[in-house]
C-alpha cells in the first residue's frame, strides 16, 4: 500500500522524441488509477518509468515520499502485469508465480502456501505443474495476475492487461480485477487505451494525449465536464458530436440550425458539443430542435443509432429503438440544453 | 486444451498441400536430395572402405575400389600403436573442448550485453566484433605467431586454447546476439520487476531460453576448433602435442608417400566425434523454446 507522485516527469527518447511531456499527477494511497489514451501518448512510458524499467529525462516520481528515480525495478516493491503476460515458458505455472518471492528470499513455506493461495483465489490450482504454452489465454492472463498477487506488493501496475483476451473474457476478468482490487486494498495503476476500461474501473481517470496530460477526474466528472474536446471526444462511444457554430452574444449559429446558449460565452466562434445519448425524442417549445437526414441506421436492440446530417455537419444520436424510421428521413430531436458542451474554437478548451 | 486439440489437428501450414501428387513429390523433392546425399556422402564412404582393405587389396587395380572383400583392422591397429595419433587425438579434445568453453563464456556475455543493454559504443563494438570475424586467419598467423613467440607457448596447448577464440568468439556473440535478441524484452524486464538484479534476469531467464542457441553455438565452435589446421600446424612442431588435422597430414604422408590406410582410419576416428555431436543435439536447433511465452 502506497501513493505514486509523479513530479514534472519528462521523458525523451531522443532530442526531438518526447513521450512524457511535464506530468504531474498524484495517485492516493488504495486508489485504482485508469491512464488512458491512444497508443503513443506516454500512457505505459509513465507506468514502466514508476517501474523502473526506463530512466526518468527529468522530474521526480516519488513512492510514498521516497523519491525512486535512481531505485532499481526490485527495490521498489512494485508488481507488474504486461500485456503479453511475460511468463517464463521454461517454468511451470507455479515456478512463474514463486520467482519473485524466490528473488527475495521468502522460505520455501511461505512460497508454497503464498502460490496455492493465490493459486486458489485465481483458480488455478489444478494448473500449478503446467507449462505457460499449455495454458489457454485467459489462464495465462491469470497466472500473470497471480505472479503480482504472491508477492503482496506497494503497488500494482498493470499495462494494458486485457488486450490480448476476447470480449467476453475480458468484461468478465475486468470485473475479476475490481473484486481483487477491493479485497487487496492495494493502489492500482492501469493502463489502457480502452475508455470502457477507464470508465468501469477508474475511481480516477487521467486521459492522456501525445505525452500531456489532459485531465484527471473520477470517470463522472470526465464524462459530464471534459476540460477540452479531445477528452469530451475520446471518453463515450458513439463520440460526441462536434459542430462549429458562430456566436453572438448568446446566439449560436450551426450550419444548419440556431439556438439559445444558457449563457454567454464571449466567443465569436465555438463548436458545440453534443453526446448522441442527450438527444431529447420529444421537442417542447423550451428547447431548440434539430432537423437530421438519416444515412445510416444501427438497431442493437437496446439502442437505435442514427447517423446522418444536420445542415451539412454529420451527427449521430442516440434514440429509442421502438422509434421507427427509414433511411432518408428526416428526424426532428430536441437538445438538452443541460447537457450542452461548448468549446473555443481556437484552443478546443471548454467553455461550459 | 487449444494446444492439445491442435496437436491433434497438425500445426497450420505443415499439413499436405492440397493437389500435391507423390510423382510430383519424388521428382521435386526426393530425388534432388537422394542425389545431394550420395555426393555428400561417397567420400565418407570410400574413406570407410578403404580403411578396411589390407595392404595388398588397397593396391589391387584388377578389382573394383568400391567394394572390400576381406575386412581387416590392421590399419586401426597400426594407427594407435605406430604412430601418435592417441595423442594427436588427446590433445584435439582438450583443445576443442576448453577453448570452446572460453569462448562460449565470453560470447554469452559479449552477446547478451550487445543484445540489451544500452550503452555508449554498443553498436561499434558490435561491428567492430563482427570486422574481426571477416579477418582472414591467414593474415592474422603472423602477428600472432609473434605474440605466441612472446608468451614462450610454442609446442604448448595453451597457444591454440589462447588463439581459437580470436575467431570463435566473434563467430560465437554473433549467433548469441540474433538468439537473446530473439527472446522477448518483457520476461526479463517483468523478472527485474519480480526483484531479480540484471545476472539473475541473465541467468535465469535470457541464457535458459536461449539454450538451443547456446548449444548450436558451442556445437560450431567445437567443430571449427576441432578440424582448425593453420594455427595448429604453424604453433605445434612437435610430434606429441599436434592435433589431429595436422598430425595426420605431416605425420601420415611423407613427401609423395601416402600411408592411406593409416590416413583413411585417422581420417575417419576424426570425423566420428563431431559427428556424433551434431546427431545427438540436432533436434535442439529445431526446438523453440519462447513458444508460449508471449500472447496466446
Known sequence: MASVTYEHVTKKFSADTTAVNDLSLSIRDTEFMVLVGPSGCGKSTALRMLAGLEDITAGQIKIDDQVVNEMPPRDRDVAMVFQSYALYPHMSVFDNMAFGLKMRGASRTEIGSRVKEAGRILRLDHLLARKPRQLSGGQRQRVALGRAIVRQPRAFLLDEPLSNLDAMLRVQTRIELQKMHQRLGTTFIYVTHDQVEAMTMGDRIAVMKDGLLQQVAPPREIYDQPVNMYVAGFIGSPRMNFLPVTISDHQAKASGFELNLPKAPGLARGILGIRPEHFLPNVSAADAAIDLKVEVLEVLGADQYLYGKVGSDDLTARVDPQLKVAVGDRVRLGVNMERLHLFDAETEKAAF | ?296
Open chain 2, 1 to 296: 486444451m487449444a494446444s492439445l486439440a491442435r496437436r491433434k489437428i497438425g500445426k497450420p501450414g505443415t499439413g499436405r498441400v492440397i493437389g500435391d501428387k507423390f510423382v510430383g513429390r519424388t521428382i521435386r523433392i526426393y530425388l534432388p536430395l537422394l542425389a545431394l546425399l550420395v555426393v555428400t556422402l561417397f567420400p565418407f564412404y570410400w574413406m570407410a572402405v578403404t580403411s578396411f582393405k589390407s595392404a595388398s587389396e588397397l593396391f589391387d587395380f584388377s578389382v573394383s575400389p568400391l567394394w572390400v572383400r576381406e575386412p581387416t583392422l590392421d590399419w586401426y591397429r597400426h594407427l594407435f600403436t605406430q604412430t601418435n595419433f592417441p595423442h594427436w587425438a588427446f590433445n584435439t579434445a582438450v583443445v576443442a573442448t576448453v577453448s570452446t568453453l572460453i569462448s562460449l563464456f565470453c560470447s554469452i556475455l559479449a552477446g547478451y550485453s550487445l543484445a540489451r543493454l544500452r550503452y555508449r559504443g554498443a553498436d561499434s563494438i558490435g561491428w567492430g566484433i563482427f570486422v574481426t570475424y571477416l579477418v582472414p586467419p591467414t593474415l592474422l598467423f603472423l602477428p600472432l605467431t609473434f605474440v605466441i613467440r612472446e608468451l614462450h607457448l610454442f609446442n604448448n596447448l595453451w597457444a591454440l586454447i589462447l588463439t581459437y577464440p580470436t575467431f570463435l568468439i566473434p563467430f560465437c556473440t554473433w549467433m548469441l546476439m540474433g538468439f537473446f535478441k530473439g527472446i522477448p524484452r518483457e520476461l526479463e524486464e517483468a523478472a527485474l520487476v519480480d526483484g531479480a538484479t540484471r545476472i539473475q534476469a541473465m541467468v535465469r531467464i535470457a541464457i535458459p531460453l536461449a539454450l538451443p542457441g547456446i548449444l548450436a553455438a558451442a556445437l560450431f565452435a567445437f567443430t571449427l576448433s576441432w578440424n582448425e589446421f593453420l594455427y595448429s600446424l604453424i604453433f605445434m612442431n612437435d610430434s606429441l602435442v599436434k592435433t589431429i588435422p595436422v598430425g595426420v597430414t605431416q605425420e601420415l604422408i611423407h613427401g609423395d608417400e601416402f600411408f592411406w590406410g593409416e590416413l583413411m582410419a585417422a581420417a575417419l576416428l576424426g570425423s566420428v566425434p563431431v559427428a556424433v555431436l551434431y546427431s545427438f543435439f540436432v533436434d535442439y536447433f529445431v526446438a523453440g523454446m519462447t513458444a508460449g511465452a508471449v500472447k496466446g
